[in-house]
C-alpha cells in the first residue's frame, strides 16, 4: 500500500496511540509524580485517543503539510472519526472496515450488555478502573468504548438505534469495506452503506466494497490500496 501512495506522489506517515497491542504501560509525571498508565486494547480510555491523533496531525502540520487525509482501520476509524468531530481540522477522510463497537460488544455478550456496562460504570466511579469485567476488557475499556452515549458511540449501525442526527462532519470521506466483513453482524451490505449514508448526510460521501474480502484485507491488499488512491483522486 504504502509503495502505491509513493509511486502516487502521495507521503505517508503511520501513526500508533495508546489503545494497540493488548497490553502495555505508559508512565508520565502529573506536578512532579510519576504516574504508570496501563493502557493497550485491555485498559484504553477511548476518550484519551484523541490525544493521539492530534499528536500525529500536528506532527504532519509542523513538517509543513497542509493537505492532510486522515485513514483508520477498524476500532481505529471512530478514533479518527471522534478527532473529526471534535476538532474538525481535517476535511478527508478514509475509513477502512468501520466498526460500530455498541453492536459488536452486544452481539459478543447477548443479553448479559445492560449489566456489564452498568458494572464497568460503577467501576468507574470507584476508581477501580483496570478491574476485568470479561475476559477480555476492562471496566474502562467498556464503559468508555462500548456504552450507548460514550465517545465511541459514533456510527450506531443497529437498526433500531435513532440516527436522525447526523454526524457534525462535513468533508470527504470514504469508507472500504469487505463483503465478508464479521463486524456487520450478518447485515446485507446495502443496509451498512444506507446506514453510514444516512450517518455522514452532511459529508461529501463515497462507499466502495470489495467483493470476497474478509476485515483484515488478507489477499486483497492491492484491491484496498487502490480503493484508497482512487479515493483521494475523487477528494477535489
Given amino acids: 500500500m504504502f509503495e502505491d501512495f509513493n509511486y502516487y506522489g502521495y507521503d505517508f506517515m503511520i501513526s500508533n496511540n495508546r489503545g494497540s497491542?493488548?497490553?502495555?504501560?505508559?508512565?508520565?509525571?502529573?506536578?512532579?509524580?510519576?504516574?504508570?498508565?496501563?493502557?493497550?486494547?485491555?485498559?484504553?480510555?477511548?476518550?484519551?485517543?484523541?490525544?493521539?491523533?492530534?499528536?500525529?496531525?500536528?506532527?504532519?502540520?509542523?513538517?509543513?503539510?497542509?493537505?492532510?487525509?486522515?485513514?483508520?482501520?477498524?476500532?481505529?476509524?471512530?478514533?479518527?472519526?471522534?478527532?473529526?468531530?471534535?476538532?474538525?481540522?481535517?476535511?478527508?477522510?478514509?475509513?477502512?472496515?468501520?466498526?460500530?463497537?455498541?453492536?459488536?460488544?452486544?452481539?459478543r455478550v447477548g443479553e448479559k450488555y445492560d449489566e456489564l456496562i452498568e458494572k464497568s460504570k460503577k467501576l468507574v466511579s470507584d476508581n477501580r478502573p483496570y478491574e476485568m469485567v470479561t475476559n477480555e476488557f476492562s471496566a474502562l475499556k467498556v464503559s468508555s468504548t462500548m456504552a450507548i452515549g460514550s465517545k465511541a458511540d459514533l456510527f450506531k449501525l443497529e437498526e433500531k438505534r435513532d440516527i436522525s442526527t447526523p454526524l457534525n462532519y462535513k468533508g470527504f470521506i470514504s469508507i472500504i469495506a469487505g463483503s465478508s466483513e464479521h463486524v456487520y453482524d450478518g447485515w446485507d451490505m446495502k443496509y451498512v452503506e444506507t446506514r453510514f449514508k444516512k450517518r455522514f448526510k452532511n459529508a461529501k460521501f463515497q462507499f466502495h466494497i470489495i467483493p470476497n474480502s474478509t476485515h483484515d484485507y488478507h489477499n486483497h491488499e492491492k484491491q484496498m490500496s487502490k480503493l484508497i488512491i482512487d479515493s483521494i483522486a475523487a477528494m477535489k
Avoid: W
Wanted: with cysteine; aromatic share 12%.
Fill in 21 to 107: 497491542e493488548q497490553y502495555f504501560r505508559l508512565h508520565r509525571k502529573n506536578r512532579g509524580v510519576t504516574e504508570t498508565l496501563k493502557t493497550g486494547n485491555i485498559y484504553e480510555n477511548f476518550d484519551d485517543s484523541i490525544y493521539d491523533v492530534a499528536a500525529a496531525v500536528n506532527y504532519a502540520k509542523d513538517m509543513g503539510y497542509d493537505d492532510i487525509i486522515l485513514v483508520g482501520q477498524s476500532l481505529g476509524t471512530l478514533k479518527v472519526q471522534y478527532y473529526c468531530e471534535q476538532i474538525g481540522d481535517i476535511s478527508k477522510l478514509i475509513l477502512l472496515s468501520p466498526v460500530d463497537m455498541v453492536s459488536r460488544f452486544r452481539h
